[in-house]
């Protein structure tokens, strides 16, 4: 979810999150406050992957001996949480490029895969090798289109959601 409040553009996507995952008042205040803490440390690490000179965006996953299911279980919730953190920022296809739509479509069509069926394979080891590999690079274009090219700069304005730029 933090992944797809700051690929998303949210100016304060820690807090954001935070909002949306921090234990409630009546969990009493020391879970609260270690709670908090453990989740602002973590979010803080994740942010610091996208200010870096090349932002990157990390799948979380278990470990590679996890069965396959379960590794695809993690892949397919952390979509979920992403394109609810889009959903909460309203982002709709019309603040998208054509190749951001697209990305939209594909990334919800993932999360309508019936993993019951999953089988334990070489060809759906590689699929999903594959299929993590897709999710990682279409979260850093939806973050390069919605935060890195929108963002003020020095030089002039933010640039208009869907607007070709010149890469050059």
């Known amino acids: 979810m933090l992944c797809g409040l700051i690929c998303g553009g949210d ?4 807090e954001s999150w935070l909002g949306q995952v921090a234990p409630t008042a009546d969990a009493g205040e020391t879970l609260i406050a270690e709670a908090r803490a453990a989740l602002r440390a973590w979010g803080l690490a994740i ?4 200010q870096t000179s090349e ?4 799948l979380p996953s278990p470990d590679e001996s996890a069965p396959l ?10 979509v979920r949480g992403f394109l609810y953190a889009l959903g909460l920022l ?13 990305i ?19 060809e759906n080891e590689q699929a999903l090798a594959e299929v993590s590999e897709f999710i990682r690079v279409a979260a850093m ?10 963002a003020p ?16």
């Open 104 to 122: 939209l479509h594909d990334l919800a069509a993932i999360t309508q895969i019936d993993l019951d069926a999953l089988e334990d394979s070489e």
């Open 69 to 78: 299911g379960e590794r695809a279980l993690w892949l397919y919730d952390w």
């Open 47 to 50: 942010e610091r992957d996208f």
């Open 141 to 150: 274009l939806i973050h390069h289109e919605r935060a890195v090219v929108r």
């Open 153 to 168: 700069t020095h030089s002039g304005p933010p640039i208009a959601a869907g607007q070709e730029t010149d890469p050059v």
């Open 11 to 14: 100016a304060h996507a820690l």
């Open 90 to 102: 309203s982002l709709s296809k019309s603040d998208l490029s054509a190749q951001g739509r697209e």
């Open 55 to 58: 932002p990157l965006v990390q």
